[in-house]
């Protein structure tokens, strides 16, 4: 076996801060075989991306970074701007996480492409460019020679972060650091890119170090594993050994608070009580041990070094890793479980219970403008064009959909209580269409909203007493009436009720979604309205949040509409799901129908692209990949919308084709409580 | 886009119309040429000064809807009516509109290149000595009212004159009258005259300019696609070079228009104090005079100009950035 | 939830679990209040211009009681002499005292420009957050009345308008140019209502049936505190600057009233034979300005760290 191509030790970083230096990252070391893909696990402020840029030696200049990092041998730590910039996308390569702010907006893309080959080798503007093309057609892009000419913005996320991986692989490197490359897009266009990067890796030889906090993503890319938690790395080694036998508390409870695609189970899931520590001035000890139910003594004095464990290369950070060997201990055995959920109204009883809320051929069209200077109108965005859906007293809908399919504006539309476009909105009875402003206030106490990002959705200058009590004030609750109130609902939310003083600031991220939701349940409404409401939260965050929501339904008896992109958390919470693209709705029933046996072939490739954070599953599933990008909703296909990237439709013959092409699929029955809008359904069991 | 163009043109005209009837109304209305008449010994009989004004469409006894119907059909015809001392404004416009002109481009070009490349400079050198330099001197100079950095410069200048014993820098008007010469002796004469109007306004360009530079490339420089570059493999001054400031160029050319109406007010007080027959001298004496209608021409000439600061603006913030020119 | 907080208190003594439990360590989150002020502190330079600027106010309002003459008083025995015990800024042609009439004249500037900033900016703040809110025919016809009136540069409005104020109380002149400072800073309070506008927190108390007057003066203008701020302060120096312009012209204060915009006008034909009469004032003036232009400055890195906008 070859030497290692890229060999980090005890890396460290230090941030000078007036309230005191920041670690980051905190003695770091592993090795990348030439040729393997290391994924590095970690959530938000683990230091997972500033170990990276810390290789690249893109920090800032105020950044203290220690230990040594060898590039073939070569050390990197130390090297000036010059030697540097040599080696930087020469011979090892990055791709950023956010392909929105990563390119230069005033220049196109063949020439931004183009540069990072120039600036290397000695050629002439005019093969660079003819580089660029190949390059831009190896990772998939459609007309690749006039598409060069495009600026960024003309270019999709997707097509972007291919982009960026054009640039990236220009000068066969030998190593590629991916920053979470695939965060910022949807689930079927992420399945492209992972391609996309298997393409680039077999095309370069290269060896790839892949950032990211989705364990799923990595469990059928990656060969091994690291976890990061707190700037160390607390967990390493094969992908089989760290999924199927994790030894570490922190790896165990990330698993275990994962809500699973290809598990229709409704056990609450597992949380991990806390969050991660501040890096600043960081005590002594294990930094996860407050968070962890195995913490004894020795947790609290010495920090545990990275051991051998079960003599397959995996190394644990954990002075209980071998009581976990021993017992080989499951998530659910160290993290201890929450009351089950009382039972559900069954869902049997769907059709007897009384309808909350009803949408009866919605339609939101909004003008397409153009320009930031010179803004004029150049067509109609269809956004919502004609969806009916209902929900019942006691139940959760899932509305899902990959972003631009409409889910959100049909949100905002429920939550305006004014008459739509065309169609009907009916809460509680009350068609929107009919409400005076009186009656349109009166109605809003019954229907409340929780937006996706906690920070944003509190006022940031109220304090938590104030936050709360602004929807009683506004609906003439007495004062002497609030402070109590005030104090109960954030007993509700497990929130400390002598915390009302303090300010959104001063909670965590998960404490802060808390909060949203108690105001939400302020007044009593009968139906709640989730707009993403745990995307925005971490992994370990995440699944306190979701057992909230489902005990908070079957206590108070609420109603949901939780709008979300991601599938999974859908399938845990919801009882019926409506899966949105382009403007209509593709297919919708019971959540045992449609992700057991999906008819839709959309709903069937948004199953199969989501990953799961199985390895072995992952390796051997077979993807349904999705051609392009979805058109735009202001100019939607003829006929089927998902027809021009149906994989069912380029399968048919052209006398089946016609049919999809004239004539839109209603929504038809395919099974009991599930209906699919396509001509041709077919139930198919995908995950 | 042309046919963009042509809208937003029409919408300036429209806009150019109405500040200038707002003007003439505001003038005609708060100014009051009857009293210039009434320090006169002896006074000169009522029906005499009547004449004389009805003449100049100034009397204050006529309607102003009246007068401004006039004086608007007038301007229709090109005609912006009468000085108080019964000259064309048109004309006295004429005359004086290259002189403003000059001044103002000087100001506008110079200020803003030398302005845009200290700002850039200083951001690239942030915190360092350069850097604090650079801020400090341009609030210093912006904290310098204009019409007190001209009298010090022209102190300076006087100074400057009686050390070398040479009068190099002039300081009254935009050139020596009378003075016989070739081509060459005539264009110093107006070099030596320029010098000073011309560096009173550059100076504060320059610091404002500076001053906005610098910020827009501090919010560039902390932006991903800079690191992209570098990550690629250039060096971080031609990443900055190449990508911050060429990005960071775009807030700058919208920045011009907004501070093109500051511009004007600096180069009324620099022309009064240097003796420039401009618009903005002409404009202060007309306003001491209760010249209405001369009043009304300047104010109509400065709304053409900050129109036509914010199309080139537009133009250039088209050019500058390709997400916002459409195809 | 599942793992009650005593008992991880319990495991860890001494030291309370992030999140649940006890109040946080308050000097770990400092209030914003107690932030900006450690901001602003380490800008040196900020700091500097605050002091002076007190300084500057204690010398105008203090000040005349400490010199002999008042601004009215002529001293028949002095005529355009230089600086000296008994008059220590010199005098005047007619032999007034220099040293009191240019601390009145920074009384009235001070003053107008304090003024016309908490005004034009007041005026601002609400006209730019309504149009921005309301959005549709609101915000057509308020920018529509904005871009007209940046259309005439305020300097030629005021100036047309002197004549009208002449002989009235300089109370009018600080509205007329109040009114005429506002619009650039409405603009920049519309921009920021827009974008205010769609955030969740709005979203969220209109959805809960919150009145628009009620979001606007709760949520928006609250959350542009720190924009708002800044922008008064530059305010003043440009009402500063602003009000001795017109002033240097005849157009701003009026006879018998100074300020120090008529104190340079006058002092500035005899610049360089009485430099007295023509430095006092503007070094006042220059050391007012700048000085508030530097505690901007360092108001905005304090209460804004991300933003650098100026204008």
Redesign the interface.
Known sequence: MSSPVLQVRDLRVTFPA?AGDVTAVRGITYDLARREVLGIVGESGSGKTVSALAV?G?LPETARVEGSVLLDGEELTGCD??EL??????RI??I?Q?PL????????VGYQIA??VR??RDVSARAARSRAVELLELVGIPHAQQRASA?P?EFSGGMRQRV?IA??I??DPDVIIADEPTTALDVTIQAQILDVLRTAREATGAAILMITHDLGVIAGFANRVAVMYAGRLVETGSVDDVYGRPRMPYTLGLLGAIPRIDESGRGPLV?I???P??LVDL?PGCPF???C?L?YDRC?EVEPAALPIGGRGQHTACHRASVIEEGDLRPADVF????AAPARASPDAHGERPVVLAAEGLVKHHPLL?????K?RVGTVRAVDGISFEIREGETLGLVGESGCGKTTAL?QV?ELRPPQAGRVVVLGRDAAHLDARE??AL??D???V???PL??????LPVSEVLG??LR??GVPAQRIAARVRELLGLV???P??SG??P????G??RQRI?IA?ALA?EPRLLVLDEPVSALDVSIRA?VV??LEDLRARLGLSYLFVAHDLSVVRHIADRVAVMYLGRLAETGKVERVYGAPAHPYTQALLSAIPVPVPALERRRRRIMLEGDPPSPADPPSGCRFRTRCPKFAALDDGLRRRCIEEEPALATVADDQQAACHYAEPMQVV | MVKFLLRRLANSLVLVGIAASLAYLLAASALNPRSNFEGRNPAPPKAVVDRRLDELNLNDETPVVQRYARWASGVAHGDFGRTWDGTSVTAEMRRRIGVSLRLLLIATIVGGVLGVLAGAWGATRQYRVSDHAITLLSFVILSIPVFVLAVLLEIAAVGFNNAIGVRLFEYTGEFTPGLTGGFWVQLGDRLRHLVLPSLTLVLGEIAIFSRYQRNAMLDVLGQDFVRTAMAKGLRRRTALLKHALRTALIPAATFFAYNFGLLLVGATFTEKIFGWHGMGEWFVDSVTSNDVNAVAAVSCFAAVLVLVAGLLSDLAYALLDPRIRVS | MSVPSEQLSAVLPGQQPAGTGAPLDETRVPSRWGLVLERFRRRRLAVVGLAVLVALFGLAFLGPYLGRWSYTDHDFSAFLEGPSATHWFGTTQTGADVYALTLRGMQKSLIIGLLVAVLSTGLAAVVGSFAGYLGGWVDRVLMWVVELLLVLPSFLIVAILSPTFRGKTWLVFVLLLAAFLWMVTARIVRGMTISLREREYVLAARYMGVRAPTIVFRHILPNMASLLIIDATVNVSAAIIAETGLSYFGFGVQPPDVSLGTLIADGTSSAVTYPWLFGFAAGLLVLIVLSVNLVGDGLRDALDPTSSATR
Not at chain 1, 336 to 339: I, R
Not at chain 1, 505 to 508: I, N, R
């Open positions: 007036a690249m893109l701007d010059r910039a040599a080696l930087r996308g020469r390569a990055m950023f956010d702010s990563a390119l230069t907006p005033v220049y196109s540069e990072a600036v290397h600026f913005h960026l640039m990236a220009a000068n949380p009580e806390g969050t520590p501040s005590p041990a407050p968070r139910p913490v609290l201890p479980l929450p009351q153009r320009g930031a200077v010179f004029r905002l939550l349109r206030r809003r106490r229907v409340q909203v937006f996706q990002d944003a959705s509190l006022d940031p200058r602004e929807p506004t609906h497990g929130l400390a002598d915390h303090r300010y600031q001063q909670f965590s998960g404490e949203a105001r007044l306190g057992n909230l």
